[in-house]
């Protein structure tokens, strides 16, 4: 389990890693490592040159922008985990974060690392798509933005065109009163989900869900939302029974991932139960702070 | 290429092939043996070293990204010569190990999650050991073991407690 040999690069700035990477076409870019690294020691990835952008301090950084929390590529997963910023605005992405990986991985594992990566069981992919996440990449002195949605292509595969770097990402932040939930299935706590279920869910006034998103990961190609779900299901007091089946019948059509761990009939299944269940904790959690809100009253 | 290492408190200067993971860079070039390869891709856990105090696992790490950071190996976590920390001592009392090769990265673990946290509750030990293998002991001595050290380093201040 060695890797094959490299040259590294450190990159103290955007512009010189963009610099190394169009110089480079062999080049890839290194922040925490903790998906990349295992992948080169399988030798499942054999970059010539690695650009290290860890040091890149202006990538690492968690802050209010325009409705939305942005957060830079570099940022390290342990950060995110502990800030009062994410936890007060983005509760399904402080929700999801203990579930990647070990404490021992989050410690280095960067969210760009994460997203650029598209491993299909990712739960910050998961959250992107299930928020309507903007990310940022920069090639060639310039910036550009793509929806979360288009961003995932594949598994490990994003959008991202040779030579550009991601940059960081916008989380939407929903106002009102928000509940969340988030289920996976795994082999061992902490190890890849098998299947993985977000939700967030905003309660209005008159006792309705207002607002619905739903996600599902590592049960196809890439994360998905449930679109049909939730359009079904706004403005209804979610139901339980209706949620199942409409949870099921948004599952219909998708092509499940199959492989030694869990069958494609399996994973439809599992997807669900944890659809089901995260729409139901994100309702419960959301009525649960309205009730707290009126309290306060 | 040419690096340096700040490890257990000492600088180093290295000549090493930027593949070198950090684990065989300290196990290699710095003979520090007490970080074991197990299945050097991340999974296992018996890697584990700690940087700026917090656990990472030193074989999803390539040596030069580890320059500029505080690097703990197990050898460097001791007091003295001959003497054992808190919490080595513990994982001793409650046999905490069997055959060793998870022990000083289930130790490392504990140190980390000591110096954040500590009183622990038993579910958020076996939260921070959840990525270290083990499959001699069943781990319940090893979760005995953290527990014990941190009742012990709670109580290691308090002026009114007869010493040792």
Redesign the interface.
């Known amino acids: ?8 690069s ?1 990159a103290t700035s955007v512009d010189e890693a963009c610099a190394m990477l169009a110089a480079d076409e062999n080049a890839r870019v ?1 922040a925490g ?2 998906t990349l ?2 992948m ?3 030798r499942l990835a054999r970059p010539a040159r ?1 650009v ?1 952008i ?2 890149i301090t202006a990538l690492s950084y968690i802050r209010e922008d325009a409705g939305a929390v942005a957060i830079g590529a570099t940022t390290r997963q ?1 950060l995110v985990e502990r800030d009062i910023l994410v936890a007060a605005k983005l509760p399904l992405l402080a929700r999801a974060i203990p579930f990647i ?5 989050r ?2 594992g960067t969210v760009g690392g994460s997203l650029a990566h598209a491993d299909p069981a990712a739960e910050l992919a998961l959250i992107a798509v299930t928020l309507d996440a903007v990310l940022s990449y920069r090639a060639a002195n310039k910036t550009t933005d793509i929806p979360a949605r288009e961003f995932f292509v594949g598994p490990m595969v994003t959008a991202l065109p040779e030579g550009a770097m991601l940059t960081g990402v916008r989380l939407p932040v929903w106002s009102g009163e928000i509940g969340v939930g988030f289920h996976e299935v795994n082999a ?3 190890d890849f989900a098998f299947v993985s279920a977000a939700a967030q869910i905003e309660r209005g006034n008159d006792g309705k869900a207002k607002r619905i998103a739903i996600g599902v990961g590592a049960a196809t190609d890439c994360p998905i939302r449930l679109y049909a779900a939730e359009m079904q299901l706004t403005n209804t007091t979610l139901d339980a029974a209706k949620v199942k089946s409409a949870v099921i019948e948004a599952l219909a059509d998708i092509e499940p991932l199959e492989d030694l761990h869990a069958t494609g009939a399996y994973r439809r299944r599992v997807a669900a139960t944890l659809a089901a269940r995260a729409v139901a904790d994100a309702w419960a959690h959301a009525q649960e702070k309205t009730q707290r809100t009126t309290h306060a009253h | ?1 040419r690096i340096n290492l700040a490890v257990n408190g000492a600088e180093h200067a290295l000549d090493v ?3 070198t ?1 950090l684990l ?1 860079c300290l196990r290699d070039h710095l003979d520090l043996k007490g970080a074991h390869a197990g ?4 999974v296992c ?1 018996a890697c ?1 070293v700690l ?1 700026d105090g ?4 030193s ?4 040596a ?2 580890a320059e ?1 950071v505080a690097i703990t190996t197990i050898e460097g976590v001791t007091p003295g010569p001959g003497e054992l920390s808190p919490i080595q001592d513990a994982f001793c009392e409650t046999h905490g190990m069997q055959c060793g090769y998870c022990t000083p990265a289930m130790v490392l ?1 504990a140190h980390a999650l000591l110096a954040d946290n500590p009183a622990p509750t038993r579910e958020q030990i076996v ?2 050991i ?2 270290n293998i083990c499959r001699c002991t069943g781990y319940a001595q090893i979760v005995e073991a953290i527990s014990l050290a941190a009742e012990r380093m709670r109580g290691a201040n308090r002026p009114s407690e007869p010493a040792r």
């Open positions: 389990m060695k890797s094959a040999p490299f040259e590294y450190r290194i490592g903790q690294v295992p080169m020691a399988m690695l290290d860890a040091r342990c990986g070990h404490a021992a991985t410690a280095r061992r706590r902490s | 290429m092939e930027p593949r993971t065989d299945c050097e891709h991340g856990g584990t940087v917090v656990a990472v696992r074989c999803l790490m390539f030069p990204q500029g673990t939260e921070a959840s990525g």
